[in-house]
């Protein structure tokens, strides 16, 4: 027996007057236990849930979920992608927030986008599937922006979803003004604790995307009442960044988490930088906890030593707190298991670094066109660009430099960059992808 993926073409919304496609994916039993109904995962951006198109990668769910099924860590489930349209994507996911309208100069459609789920993809799903309709067995999912919307429907209708997946959100609309970063959030925030898991996660390269925006969520959701553990998850991975390819990579976490067996911790790992100034930018620890179904999550509270409390001490969070200048090893323990690292406390440590970069692009690059790399690049000369910026320090930004939003260099693999120390960076475009 294997798996199956129906589309449902050009499915009609009136709620938002237009349509999109639909893929359903149906576990490999679908077809003969027929007295048997099953969870359903609802995801976002569905184009790219089970397929690459022309313009990015796939998260390739169903191979994860056919895995996990096989190596008995996960129910069978039924998985709903539901594509988005290139031209009303972000209306859509965004919920009104004052911010919204100037940030985007466009209306937010959110909760039309949630009636249209609600209403009519799962209501039609319900009737034409064997579903098991039930909150406690309804997941909604989403990266990105898809993150945002997630979180937004999420927390207004626990009624509909019990389970739901954070990943990578856009939460806070960051963006160069002037020299400087200018972050504005554009999520509303719940101060109640409404009876639903959450999975939450952020890659530690993600650019203007940072996970401290994440983690602040996450550190209000626990204020609110949720556990960690229990029905909320955190994730940062330091590598990962604002990719298919990364969200795939890490699907089968929040699958676990919903519908499997995480299993018993097996490996924990210390990451954070291991310099930290007196004065400046202060240093935050995560120390990531590995299980035995391949299962990882971030354990946000732990029990922290220093070597030398003269030189430093960390709070249960991981904020490393230094008292003089010298070098310590810290070491976590978790269940059992530990890791460790050495920092060094030196003097000052700014909390910025000064990057001037340069983008010289094709001569068919329109004289209007825009130019990112992370973000805005502003224009010198004909076919050169080039700005000089006060970044944070740490972050990680792995990117194709691109004119807009929806074209990027033609290049196989991204630029990666470091905002650790002062930066001169010089790219050459050598053509646009058609």
């Not at 027996?1 to 576990?27: G, Q, W």
């Not at 490999?28 to 990015?56: I, K």
């Not at 969070?317 to 976590?332: F, L, S, Y």
Request: hydrophobic share 40%; glycine share 8%.
């Amino acid at each position: 027996m294997k798996s199956n993926i129906e589309v449902v073409a050009d499915f009609s919304s009136t709620v938002l007057n237009n349509s999109r496609h639909l893929y359903v994916y149906l576990p490999p039993s679908y077809n003969t236990a027929l007295e048997t109904r099953y969870p359903v995962l609802y995801m976002h951006d569905g184009q790219h849930v089970f397929a690459e198109d022309r313009s990015g990668d796939s998260w390739e769910v169903h191979h994860t979920v056919d895995r996990l099924v096989r190596e008995g860590k996960m129910r069978e489930i039924i998985v709903v992608g539901i594509a988005s349209i290139s031209d009303v994507r972000i209306a859509e996911y965004v919920h009104s927030h004052p911010a919204v309208q100037e940030a985007f100069h466009t209306k937010p459609l959110g909760e039309a986008y949630e009636a249209f789920l609600i209403d009519e993809v799962k209501a039609y799903i319900d009737r034409a599937y064997r579903t098991l309709p039930e909150k406690e067995q309804t997941a909604i999912m989403g990266s990105s922006a898809g993150g945002l919307v997630s979180y937004h429907i999420g927390f207004r209708r626990p009624d509909i979803f019990g389970l739901v997946g954070i990943l990578s959100p856009f939460f806070v609309h960051s963006y160069m003004d002037g020299l400087h970063i200018s972050e504005t959030p554009i999520y509303q925030s719940f101060d109640h604790h409404p009876p639903i898991h959450v999975w939450l996660d952020m890659g530690g390269a993600e650019g203007l995307l940072m996970v401290s925006q994440a983690r602040k969520v996450a550190e209000d959701l626990i204020s609110s009442g949720f556990v960690l553990g229990e029905d909320l998850v955190f994730y940062m991975n330091p590598e990962a960044g604002h990719t298919q390819k990364d969200w795939a990579n890490r699907i089968q976490f929040p699958l676990l988490f919903f519908f499997g067996s995480i299993g018993k911790p097996q490996r924990l790992e210390l990451f954070g930088r291991n310099k930290v100034g007196l004065q400046g930018k202060p240093a935050q620890l995560y120390a990531n906890v590995e299980y035995n179904s391949g299962f990882k999550m971030s354990v946000l509270r732990a029990h922290y030593r220093v070597s030398d409390v003269e030189i430093a001490e960390v709070k249960p969070d991981g904020t490393v707190c230094p008292k003089q200048v010298g070098t310590a090893e810290i070491r976590v323990e978790y269940e059992g298991l530990q890791a460790s690292m050495r920092v060094e406390v030196i003097p000052e440590l700014l909390q910025t670094v000064t990057v001037e970069l340069t983008v010289e692009v094709p001569l068919e690059t329109k004289p209007e066109d825009r130019i990112y790399a992370g973000f805005e690049i502003p224009k010198i000369a004909a076919g050169l660009y080039r700005g000089t910026f006060q970044l944070p320090r740490d972050l990680t930004f792995d990117v194709k430099v691109s004119r807009g939003f929806n074209s990027h260099e033609k290049r196989q693999s991204a630029r990666r960059f470091s905002t650790t120390e002062d930066l001169t960076l010089h790219f050459h475009v050598t053509e646009w992808e058609s």
